[in-house]
């Protein structure tokens, strides 16, 4: 059990602009909640976790100077569209306690109801402007030692996960008491990244934006909605992921100019083993989905400190059951391939925002925020027959040190209550990775079972 000892709502030290702040066709795209992660340190230095939460809020109105949006608040539009207001309302830190020690949260596995209480508790039964845009919850754990987490809940509408980390990044920075950099202020203006209305660039079909397959003999996918899932966390030693990535470039003659990289080898292995766990007829059609970091791919290039959304929705060709399971892996990783270098070009990706900018409405293109319990089948499924995998290895998670060193564990602390695939560093930093999967429960077990058949 965890129990709040201190609440703050944390403004930016100085004065900061007010009034409306545009939001990108990305921003709107996303799902309207926040993304929910946690770090957790072994505090090696033994520092006092109250007086590391003092500093942690003066740095935090020291950093909100210079991402003060997230001071703001969001509000509903026309068409399911949101406004974002720089009103300066703050964001909140919570200062907590647990009941339990660190080891009694297990390896802290995503959607785990044992960790939910580590990180801000958020009602969206409120109105969306009564709902700060950044929380976070620093807890110490039960025990001798000053050991913590820290809960980090994000409007994603706000921020993906690049800005999020080097947000997080720089607040730890001056935590510790170090300066941040010039390159490390964020850029603001969203205007740079907004659709073109150059006629030419919407002759594109959007595959990403079409309802993918459903299982065969169905009419929707409600059924497969309301299936269980459970998420949890597999570590591919670094020879594993050599093995899968040789594996993937075998017969590959394209991988002689660029070999298989680390998340098309491991996507196109996660799939493979979705479609041999559900063991569906080999006629069953079923496509991969993932997203993209666009801001160097756009022309001019976003600046790498750019603080937003700078995504692109991409989806993989349909196959066939039967070919993602008899083809080699490379059949598989080069389906990857070919989504993720569809929205490696300026005219894709502005062609992806005017499509966005031309819907009346959000609700059936934007990435649905479901709970379990409400199901939609207007919105794009991307679970069974389908998977969403997500590639975080070139994130920096380990460098967020706010003085108890760099965290032991980073992960996310909600997925997709579909299926998807997340792959991400480990923190030994021995080239090994790190699966964090959400699977319907009645195919997990065998999912496992071909996932180690490397």
């Not at 920075?173 to 300066?179: C, E, F, Q, S, V």
């Not at 050599?242 to 080898?265: C, H, T, W, Y």
């Not at 083993?273 to 001019?300: F, I, Y």
């Not at 059936?364 to 794009?380: C, D, H, Q």
Request: hydrophobic share 35%.
């Amino acid at each position: 059990m965890v129990s709040i000892k201190a609440s703050y709502v944390v403004a930016p030290k100085d004065e900061t602009p007010k009034g409306h702040f545009f939001l990108s066709e990305s921003d709107q795209i996303c799902r309207w909640s926040h993304s929910t992660t946690i770090y957790v340190y072994h505090n090696k230095n033994n520092l006092n976790v109250n007086e590391l939460v003092q500093r942690m809020k003066e740095s935090l109105s020291h950093i909100l100077v210079h991402y003060y949006p997230l001071c703001g608040r969001l509000y509903w539009t026309q068409g399911g569209r949101l406004k974002m207001d720089c009103n300066g309302k703050g964001a909140m830190l919570l200062q907590a306690e647990s009941t339990k020690s660190m080891d009694e949260y297990g390896d802290f596995s995503p959607n785990d109801d044992n960790i939910k209480e580590l990180i801000p508790n958020l009602d969206y039964s409120q109105p969306i402007q009564d709902l700060p845009l950044f929380l976070a919850q620093v807890t110490k754990f039960h025990g001798g030692g000053n050991d913590v987490a820290i809960g980090i809940a994000l409007s994603h509408p706000m921020s993906d996960g690049v800005s999020s980390i080097q947000f997080i990044n720089s607040w730890a920075k001056l935590t510790r008491g170090d300066a941040l950099g010039p390159d490390e202020f964020p850029f603001l203006d969203r205007m740079v990244f907004t659709a073109s209305s150059l006629p030419a660039l919407r002759r594109f079909d959007h595959p990403e934006f079409k309802r993918p397959p459903i299982v065969l003999g169905r009419t929707d996918n409600i059924e497969e909605q309301k299936k269980k899932t459970r998420a949890t966390t597999l570590k591919l030693r670094a020879e594993q992921v050599q093995k899968l990535r040789q594996k993937a470039n075998i017969g590959d003659s394209e991988s002689k100019q660029r070999p298989v990289s680390r998340f098309e080898a491991i996507g196109a292995h996660i799939w493979r083993c979705a479609c041999m766990a559900r063991e569906h007829d080999k006629n069953q059609p079923t496509l991969a989905k993932t997203v993209v970091d666009v801001r160097s791919k756009v022309n001019p290039p976003l600046p790498k400190n750019y603080f937003g959304n700078a995504l692109a929705s991409t989806v993989t060709s349909t196959c066939c059951v039967g070919d993602i399971i008899s083809e080699p892996l490379g059949y598989t990783a080069k389906k990857i391939r070919e989504a993720v270098e569809r929205v490696s070009n300026d005219e894709y990706i502005r062609s992806q925002l005017e499509y966005v900018a031309g819907q009346e409405g959000m609700d059936t293109i934007r990435t649905p925020f479901l709970e379990k319990g409400v199901y939609n089948a207007n919105v794009s499924f991307y679970g069974n027959p389908n998977i969403f995998l997500i590639s975080w290895t070139r994130m920096p998670f380990y460098e967020a040190d706010f003085g108890w060193g760099k965290p032991d564990y980073f992960g996310p602390t909600g997925v997709s209550p579909f299926d998807i695939g997340i792959v991400a560093p480990s923190p030994d930093e021995d080239g090994s990775d790190i699966v964090l999967l959400c699977f319907q429960i009645e195919h997990m077990q065998n999912f496992i079972k071909h996932f180690w058949d490397i």
